[in-house]
């Protein structure tokens, strides 16, 4: 057996970048607690990675977009008596397109997934955490975060959020050596453009979406977890996504939510 005996919780592990990261803790020895709504691949993954690396993998179904489901998942960690050393939450989708032509409901869902159970979990966990006296968060925002995103306005919001929320955070808890880390993804070859309601969007050929302009979740993963064991505050992953989210720091924001709004209109057009 490689375990550690450290547990890292994972919301929304069955694909993308969140999938990677259960590899990467995996393979570094961790147990896993993985919670998202796919309950077969949640056992599959389970069986595979209890297989090849030796260690415990506790699953979870559920679905962190319905109010009161977050603090579920903190209960059954007390219940099984496990304690989570390293949480990461990942789970998260977005809304592309006028922002009040959207499905109020998705846009609701969207809210909570991405911006509440993520704070109800870092309430949770944290305070856990700071008792011990140790552990570290993990919160992925977007690139989106960096500035106005017409055409995703909401989902921009979201991930603004996480951004101004895990930074204020994690300078609270370095006091209780509690390491908290936001990554931003830019781009990234992942089943997130399946779901944000754009035709097509899948296979973009051009403009800041294409297909051959995204990371693989592979690399994305890695510097999110190098970042988070380095003990930075926040970073975006990849040089062209880092480029791209200080260079809206150069201008007055009039002019960034100008640019955004041509860059994002042509981004989320097929
Ligand atoms: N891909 C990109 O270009 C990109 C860019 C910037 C930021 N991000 C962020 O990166 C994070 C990971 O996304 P990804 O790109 O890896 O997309 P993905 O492949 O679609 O993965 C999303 C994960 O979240 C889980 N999930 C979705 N809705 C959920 C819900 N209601 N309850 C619980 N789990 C849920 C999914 O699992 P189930 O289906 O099993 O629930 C899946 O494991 C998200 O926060 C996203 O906003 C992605």
Partial sequence: MKTKKQTVLITGATSGIGYEFAHIFADKGYDLFLASRNREKLASIKARFGDLY???VTTMPVDLAKAGF???VYE???????DIHILVNNAGFGLAGEHVE?????VEEMIQLNVTALTELCSLFGAAMKKRKSGYILNVASTAAYQPAPYIAA???TKSYVLNYSEALAKEMEDYHVRVTCLSPGPTD????????????AEKKTGLWAKSNRMESREVAEIGVNALFAGKL????????????FSSRLATRKTTARISKRVMQQATRE
């Fill in 54 to 56: 030796g260690i415990a």
């Fill in 155 to 157: 989902y921009g919001a």
């Fill in 234 to 245: 926040s970073l975006v992953a990849g040089k062209w996504s880092s480029l791209f989210a």
């Fill in 70 to 72: 977050a603090r579920r």
């Fill in 190 to 201: 992942t089943k997130f453009f399946d779901s944000v309601g754009v035709e097509g969007l």
């Fill in 102 to 106: 959207l499905d109020r409901i998705r």
């Fill in 76 to 82: 059954e960690t007390v219940r099984q008596k496990i």
